[in-house]
């Protein structure tokens, strides 16, 4: 997989050249390609927004500088924009980025994240990027950053983890949280006893199918407890 990443500042993605994803870029499991806005810029100040037409608060990023980067970073091997290529923006407006998401994404060839800042880049980017590659306006949830590179480097772990050869054997994204619809049970290790509390009992049983039940009823309890949207309604 191929991911590519623009952005106004670079070094907020260098966590992706880190730990499991770093091995993964080593391994050729992944390539990455991090692009900085202003090298699209044309004026010495390297100007990326101006005020909102209609007025309001803040600035808006500049289609003619992020229409010329997108040109170039959507582009295939030939020059001309690689139609199978994916086109990722992270805005507090868009649909919710969820684990069915990052399924689906892992499963492209190549995706582009558009990073923005101030109050979001000028929406006609991406009506023209819609005429050539499939665009998706994504939110990572119900609160609001001061740019897009957090919300990238969310959903690019939650991708590529999904990817083959990513995690290693002793971890599996098989049984993980959301895929089964249900939380993620509590989890425990040595000492048995730490601080005068005891790990359950049912965990040193080595009754797998009592364990399995068990994690199943913990898993249910904290979805009903923490996250009931998750469960399915009565009616
Ligand atoms: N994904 C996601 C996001 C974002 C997000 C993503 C990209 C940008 C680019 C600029 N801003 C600041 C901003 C503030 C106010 C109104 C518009 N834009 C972003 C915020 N906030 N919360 C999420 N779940």
Redesign the pocket.
Known sequence: MRLDVVTIFPEYLEPLRVALLGKAIDKGLISVGVHNLRDWTHDVHKAVDDSPYGGGP?MVMKPTVWGPALDDVLAGPDGETDPEVLLVV?????RR?DQATAQRWSQEKRIVFA???????DQRVFDDAARRVRVEE???????????EV?VLVMVEAVVRLLPGVLGNQQSHQEDSFSDGLLEGPSYTRPAVWRDLEVPPVLMSGDHGKVARWRHEQSLERTRERRPDLLPSDD
Do not use: W
Request: hydrophobic residues 35%; proline residues 8%; contains cysteine.
């Open positions: 803040g992270p805005t507090p407006a868009g980025f990073c923005g800042r101030y109050e979001g880049i994504v939110s990572i949830g119900d609160y609001v950053l001061i740019g897009g919300a």
